[in-house]
């Protein structure tokens, strides 16, 4: 399963996801959807959350990538600090998760 590691910033949204795409039939879904800057998950069961802290993690490396981010996030994060540690996220589950591969794909979506 791909994983995805997310950040939001005051004026931004950034994604970074592996390369790894499988079909789990069994596993359900969770989606991350960024609109105008802001990140919202869908779960499996359709419910719809945007978390309070602004950092994101799903797919196999998920909790991995969200256990990093949590720890560095800060109410004044710049674009490159989000670009940099969302990436590190997600290279993390890398190296402790074997379903997680390089390369690696950055997304940024500002806010308009």
Known sequence: MTT???LEGIDYAVLVA???ITED??????YLIAFNGNIFRIA??????????????IGSGGQLAL?????IVKPDMDLAYSKRHARKAV???????ANTNKPLQLVVQERF
Not at 91 to 97: H, N, R, W
Request: aromatic fraction near 16%; charged fraction near 20%; glycine fraction near 14%.
């Open 91 to 97: 290279e993390i589950a890398s190296v402790l998760d």
């Open 25 to 30: 039939k069994d596993g359900g879904f969770d």
């Open 4 to 6: 995805i590691a997310a």
């Open 44 to 57: 499996c069961d359709l419910s719809f959350f945007q978390a309070n802290h602004g950092a994101y993690g």
């Open 67 to 71: 256990g990093y981010l949590y720890s």
């Open 18 to 20: 592996d390369s790894q």
